[in-house]
């Protein structure tokens, strides 16, 4: 039993995580699988994401830090919306000089802003600490919930250890709740916008920008809407992930975690289609903690192993495009919901 | 030293890494200009080929090849025999990596090759790591004076000297085979257009072979120099030319090999002059902020057509 | 009336358009004729907003849609095809048809999410105009089917009924006779003759002079970027000098 | 003595398939034409012979060889030379140069080749340093036969060698295409422009749908009711 508990707590922690990067997900389906737009810099929204709800809902800078502003202590919604803003309001000064061209200029421009957001982050210790990164989060809630698992805890002296260890994670089930919670928000809110005619205009776009633009839409403006509702919700994964792991740092944000992986979680779960986005995110994350296990088990320690499992998943990647391209899933042939509603 | 000196020196020491991102963005260009994707993974090309040189230097140090430093260079044969190995074995890889991945991916849209080659990147980096790990490596130990210039009291080391010889010889070699040999013209008629180079009778998969080796020999070219100059070599090295050779390419005009010696020269400059003014450890941010403001001003680039 | 003035366009130091003024009656079927490389598919690209012309000016009634961006001209109900169909391949024909209208509600993401009812009201009129739009040029069958596995001439007749989607007021027509077998260009020119008909103007390059003799009311002829004559297309048959410079003798 | 055979191939592009199994045959010295509705599938095959696309079915002979299934530039070695209908220059090299990429496995006589081309093609003599992007449409249409002539084909394929030429043009090329005949290259060509094409060609098919559809002298064919009323536009 108590082994059960030591895996079913192990699962919470991997399906918080995994819930994270299917945020992450979403956003770069919006982008890539919907509209074309071609972004690897996903890290720096990311990034900006977790700072700005940190500096917002966090704790003000401490005895040590390095940094002066922030801390404001707000309540985490507004961190998270925050977050979202910001990240938004990136993407957009990002996408005034790329979105009129190819789709490669985006693909470099997204990931120079996050770089240079990396070294922002790693440079300007007044605002983010620097390398020392900040600490001590605060998670939404937390207090209370401890509180409250502290004293039934208490109150129960007599459970079992199986029952013990089940409660005192019980700030998980909470954090894990209001994941899935946003998740599943945000996957009803882009699967009602990609079938309605804003989502046809991007798909549209995706096939032939000319075309589109001698219909009569706005291309720049659509593919600017696409990209800062991607950011946005890239910069609301970001807040997530701020308050549950507490600490945030430069090295959370490299390209490795932060892009290349959720590039290849959209990809294996099929880019176009929402449910194959979060597929993909819990698929690809599931296949990351096992290559620790294999790694572990061939007595693999340090860079070895990191490099060893970073290098399978770029063959999964390399796999998928070679003999599955459309992904796990794939995108639905008829997609606006007027067809949905016609049929039944 | 005052001011103007100083901008001078920072000028000087931009033509060294001026040189080193055009030998980077000449490759980057080519394989652009012919095979119609960006190739994500020249940095890492680039690194391996620095790997490489590392390879046979080790070799041959081993051989009891005369390793006595060419003075007034800091360095001796085995280093330059490991610089010319290197530059076929690194083509090698990329004809390698051709032939595994991209070859078949050819014909579906570019973007997949993109997409394709970023995985390629992550697996190069990681496979150096997992070689050398993540700690810088030496070429060479020793450290070389610089030496004082007539002019201006600027200072430059000899290996600095070589640098800037070498890559000049490298581009001068290059315009000579794109403009006098067979298969340089070949080559930019792929450019051109693949479906007509294919009915005309050339052989357009040997003219992406040498297109990759090309442009992955010079990259590796870039690597070592940039090896000698620093005397370390690190696998992140790719990563850190990704934005340099990117914004080199973009500012010269994407495909054109020309414009890419231009914008490598460009980069480098206002890098290395950057640091008069700002922190150096935003050298980096220089590179993509000229970038983006050639976007803005000038899409197409310097020496774009069309 | 469409009417251009003095227009001129350089690409890389060579004057594809140089000084061409035009006009183009409202209610009128206009043809564009010249030899290839006469700037004809140049002017097009410029009336609709796919290039910037350097000078010179282009008025739609009594405004300059000179220079404006295409999305913008095309909300002035000039509508163009393309010499070869741009079909959006990965999705349906009717999603492709759909796309068209102007001005959907539902193309402002928060009127999809705080006002459904009169989005889905739109829906439902703009599926219905593209259904009868698709039966009109018998497509109806394939209204579920990829864009992309239409045959050529199958998405030429696409390329007419997503025209047809937009309400033009002015339809340019870029070589609609290219390619198409003469049973569909039979269809084609009894579409363009109705559609006149209900008043809307037509001006198309063409190259297959007995079909701009048969439709047009008035030809102009275009020869190194300027417009070198005009007339009916009895007249310009008999013109010395269109007749030197382009139908040879 | 028959140079090129093509029997019943079945071909397209990935999933579509356009040639539902379609032959036909070029004699020594012959101008053959191949005309049909848009859509019939002329340019696919000119593409398959050319290997430019796999037949999945079916074989084409190159002077008795078996040449089904090469690669273009094989096959352009064997002989059979391809002037497609449009980008057919390579816009950033000279005249020369593209005349020169034309004769690119050719290792000699490289020097008395150029000159019979501009023999044929006086203006590009003149031009011959100039990029073929500078070019006009016709001048391109020549620089594009010239290159395909570098190579002494025994089979020259055209694409609708006068889309989008001015009719004056036109008369021009299909007299050049003449002139080379004389030379003892056969010509397959796919035309719009059915009526001329057929006037200077010895036989003709007609294609519609991706099956043979009528066969014969270029007389029969402009005579032929049925098909004068379906493609010739009568």
């Not at chain 2, 000698?228 to 050779?245: A, E, Q, R, V, Y």
């Not at chain 3, 260009?185 to 390059?205: A, D, H, P, S, Y």
């Amino acid at each position: 039993m108590e082994a059960f508990i030591g895996i079913l707590n192990y699962a919470v922690f991997f399906a918080i995580t995994a819930g994270i990067f299917a945020v992450l997900c979403l956003g770069l389906n919006i982008q890539w699988g919907y509209t074309g737009l071609f972004n690897i810099g996903i890290a720096g929204f990311y990034a900006v994401g977790a700072y700005t709800s940190a500096l917002i809902s966090g704790p003000p800078p401490g005895p040590m830090d390095w940094r002066v502003v922030g801390g404001f202590q707000l309540p985490w919604p507004v961190g998270f919306v925050g977050a979202a803003l910001v990240s938004g309001l990136i993407a957009f000064i990002i996408g005034i000089p790329t979105l009129k061209l190819k789709e490669d200029y985006l693909a470099i421009a997204t990931i120079g802003i996050a770089e240079v957001i990396r070294l922002i982050i790693k440079n300007e210790s007044w605002l983010t600490n620097s390398v020392w990164g900040i600490k001590h989060i605060t998670s939404p809630l937390a207090l209370p919930i401890e509180r409250g698992i502290r004293a039934l805890l208490r109150a129960n002296p007599g459970f079992p250890l199986w029952l013990q260890r089940l409660v005192s994670n019980g700030y998980n089930w909470f954090y894990l709740g209001m994941v899935v919670l946003i998740l599943l928000l945000l996957y009803g809110v882009s699967e009602k916008m990609i079938r309605s005619p804003w989502g046809r205009v991007l798909r549209a776009i995706r096939e032939d920008e000319i075309a589109t633009s001698t219909a009569g839409k706005n291309i720049f403006w659509f593919k600017m809407q696409s990209l800062v509702f991607g950011a946005m919700i890239m910069g609301m994964a970001g807040s997530l992930y701020a308050h549950y792991a507490r600490f945030i740092d430069a090295e959370t944000f490299e390209p490795f975690f932060g892009t290349f992986l959720i590039w290849v979680m959209l990809i294996v779960g099929g880019s176009g289609n929402n449910l194959g986005a979060i597929l993909g995110a819990f698929t690809i994350w599931g296949v990351w903690a096992g290559t620790e296990f294999l790694t572990h088990g061939w007595g693999l320690t340090g860079y070895r192993a990191a490099s060893l499992r970073v290098i399978s998943v770029g063959v999964i990647l390399e796999f998928i495009l070679l003999l599955r391209p459309r992904g796990i899933l794939g995108e639905e042939k008829v997609v606006s919901f007027i067809f949905k509603k016609e049929r039944r | 030293m005052d001011f103007t000196s100083r901008i001078f020196q920072l000028a000087l020491y931009g033509i060294v890494s001026g040189s080193i991102i055009t030998l980077g963005a000449i490759g980057l260009s080519l394989t652009y200009g012919i095979l119609k994707f960006a190739n994500f993974a020249h940095g890492d090309v680039m690194a391996t080929g620095a790997f490489l040189a590392l390879i046979f230097l080790n070799l041959f140090q081993r051989l009891a090849l005369p390793s006595s430093p060419f003075h007034p260079l800091s360095f001796g044969l085995p280093l330059v025999l490991a610089f010319i190995l290197c530059m076929v074995a690194t083509g090698g890889v990329a004809i390698g990596i051709d032939s595994a991945l991209y070859k078949r991916l050819r014909g579906t849209r570019s973007i997949t090759l993109l997409i394709a080659s970023v995985g390629v990147a992550f697996i190069l980096r990681n496979v150096l790591q997992f070689i050398w790990g993540p700690d810088p490596r030496y070429y060479i130990k020793k450290i070389q004076v610089s030496v004082r210039l007539p002019i201006l009291g600027l200072r430059i080391k000899h290996d600095q000297v070589f640098i800037i010889i070498v890559a000049a010889c490298l581009v001068i070699f290059l315009h000579f085979f794109l403009t006098r040999t067979r298969m340089g013209k070949a080559m930019r008629a792929t450019s051109d257009n693949m479906d007509l180079a294919k009915v005309s009778g050339i052989d357009t998969e040997k003219v992406i072979k040498w297109t990759w080796v090309i442009g992955s020999a010079l990259a590796a070219a870039g690597a070592v120099l940039a090896g000698i100059d620093n005397k370390f070599i690190t696998p992140s090295f790719g990563w850190d030319m990704l934005l340099p050779i990117f914004a080199a390419v973009i500012l010269g005009g994407i495909g054109s090999p020309y414009g890419a010696m231009l914008g490598g020269m460009v980069i480098g400059l206002s890098s290395e002059i950057s640091t008069a003014f700002i922190a150096t450890s935003y050298k980096p941010a220089v590179a993509f902020i000229i970038m983006v403001v050639m976007l803005l001003i000038k899409p197409r680039g310097l020496l774009g057509e069309k | 009336m469409l009417k251009v003035r003095e227009l001129e366009k350089s690409f890389g130091g060579i004057k594809a358009i140089d000084k061409c003024s035009l006009r183009v009656q409202i209610g009128s079927i206009t043809g564009l004729i010249g030899p290839n490389g006469a700037g004809k598919t140049t002017l097009f690209n410029l009336i609709s907003g796919v290039y910037k012309p350097d000078r010179g000016q282009i008025w739609f009634m009594d405004d300059r849609i000179d220079g404006l961006p295409s999305h913008q001209i095309a909300r002035k109900s000039i509508a163009r095809t393309f010499q070869i169909p741009r079909e959006f391949k990965e999705m349906t024909v009717l999603e492709n048809l759909m796309l068209i209208p102007k001005h959907q509600l539902g193309e402002n993401v928060f009127n999809t999410l705080f006002r459904p009812v009169d989005v889905r009201e739109q829906e439902k009129q703009i599926m219905e105009k593209a259904t009868s739009i698709l039966e009109f040029v018998e497509l109806a069958h394939l209204k579920d089917e990829y864009a992309k596995s239409l045959s050529s001439g199958q998405k030429k007749l696409l390329e007419l009924a997503k025209m047809l989607m937009s309400d033009p007021r002015v339809i340019l027509l870029d070589e609609p006779g290219a390619g198409v077998n003469p049973t569909l260009m039979r269809k084609l020119v009894e579409n363009i003759e109705e559609l006149r008909q209900q008043g809307i103007t037509f001006f198309l390059i063409e190259h297959d002079m007995d079909l701009v003799t048969y439709l047009c009311d008035k030809v102009i002829v275009m020869n190194k970027g300027r417009t070198m004559a005009e007339g009916t297309p009895h007249e310009i048959k008999k013109d010395k000098n269109v007749l030197e410079a382009y139908l040879g003798s | 003595m028959i140079v090129l055979n093509v029997e019943n191939i079945i071909a397209g592009y990935g999933e579509t398939e356009i040639l539902h199994g379609v032959s036909c045959k070029v004699e020594k010295k012959e101008i053959v034409t191949i005309i049909g509705p848009n859509g019939a599938g002329k340019s696919t095959l000119m593409k398959a012979i050319l290997g430019l696309l796999k037949p999945t079915q079916g074989k084409i002979f190159f002077s008795n060889k078996d040449i089904t299934g090469k690669n273009p530039n094989q096959i352009v070695q064997e002989g059979i030379c391809y002037v497609p209908q449009s980008d057919n220059v390579f816009p950033s090299l000279t005249v020369e140069e593209n005349l020169e990429m034309g004769a690119f496995i050719r290792r000699d006589g490289f020097r008395e080749k150029i000159n019979e081309v501009y023999q044929i093609f006086p203006d590009l003599k003149e031009k011959r340093k100039v990029k073929a992007k500078k070019l006009s449409g016709g001048q391109r249409q020549m620089v594009a036969m010239g290159r395909a002539l570098m190579l002494d084909p025994a089979l020259l394929l055209l694409d609708e060698p006068s889309a989008g030429l001015a009719p004056r043009l036109v008369q021009t090329i299909f007299n050049k295409i003449i002139q080379i005949n004389e030379k003892e290259v056969s010509i397959l060509m796919v035309e719009q422009n059915a009526r001329r094409a057929l006037e200077i060609s010895h036989r003709g098919y007609v294609l519609a749908m991706g099956h043979n559809r009528f066969e014969g002298s270029g007389e029969d064919i402009l005579s032929n009711e049925e098909i004068g009323k379906l493609y010739l536009g009568e």
